[in-house]
């Protein structure tokens, strides 16, 4: 079986006869949910949280806060609101903060399981608002033995409505943020004219296929934050959501959705992806969807950042009518043709094997 995280190169190439595992009805099987809210300063992530914590599909839920400065006040407000909280300092979640935020999930989970803490059924980390999220999915990607206990849920990127626009154009953080999110939360629409929103809501879209929703004093429906879905741009079903066209972010990063209309060999894709990681792996900031495959029940679960896989997944099941693979790509300088004609080229090659 493949390891559970390895680099694309060994993990899409030649997995072996069964590289899926047992079939499971959601992705991260019986693993812990992580989510990680992100957002620029000020954006109300924190009030997202205490607000969400006090629903009671949240409960039991550990909060891991990554404050930027030596006084931890955004662990001082949610303390009171989980029963399990932890400040991670310095506030960026890169290099030596990557291995703080490895070691205190370890912990969490060790405490956990030998009684020391509350039995906390999910985790929600908040990053600062300096904070670059590309190392935190990293993080999940590269740790293996973190994954056998914890899986990532999914990213929530929190713009507020006075100062997301001017953040997304000054502040690269923003843009990443929003770049990778797999859902954006609107706060403090009620501080801004319709015509402000609606703006800011048009950049969003132009910079994202993530769905929006709106939070007023940080309450939303605790589903979209913490829904088991998969989040694919696929199926627009909301005012805020839309298809896949392909967008482009500032500081040259590249979103765009794939789909392969027929199942594919399993060899098949692992050599595309594992073509592409060689030649342009460190540009695929983020690769995650459903694929196709030949022989397989439900759809293969895959999920990969920069260099590094998670083990594929079978699920059960397809989640809708759709049966078409579907893979969303965030890449820097790396677009869908280039993309489309590497999975035509080796498919081909295949065929006339």
Known sequence: MSD?????????????????GRRQRRPRGSRIPVTIVTGFLGAGKTTLIRTLLAQPQAANTAVIVNEYGEVGIDDALLRGSSDTTVLLGN???????????????????????????????????????LADPGPVLQTFASDRALGEEFHLQGLIAVVDAPGGARNLESAPEAGHQVALADRIVLTKTDLVEPEAAAHLVARLNEL???????????????EFLLDEAIDLPARPHSRHEHGHPDHTHSHDINSFVIELPRALSWPV?????????ALRGSDLLRVKGLVAVEGCRGPIVVHAVQHVAHRPIELEAWPDGDRRSRLVFITRHVRRPDVEALFAAVAALASSA
């Open 4 to 20: 559970i995280r390895a680099p694309i190169s060994t993990l899409f190439a030649g997995a072996g006869a069964s590289p899926f």
């Open 91 to 129: 506030g960026c979640m890169c290099c030596m903060m990557r291995s703080d935020l490895q070691e205190t999930l370890r912990t969490l989970f060790a405490d956990r399981t030998r009684g020391a803490i509350a039995n906390f059924e999910r985790v929600i980390i908040e990053t600062s608002g």
């Open 208 to 222: 994202s296929a993530a769905p929006i929703r709106e939070a007023l004093g940080g309450r939303i429906d605790p």
């Open 269 to 277: 894709f692992e050599q595309a992806m594992a073509v592409l990681t």
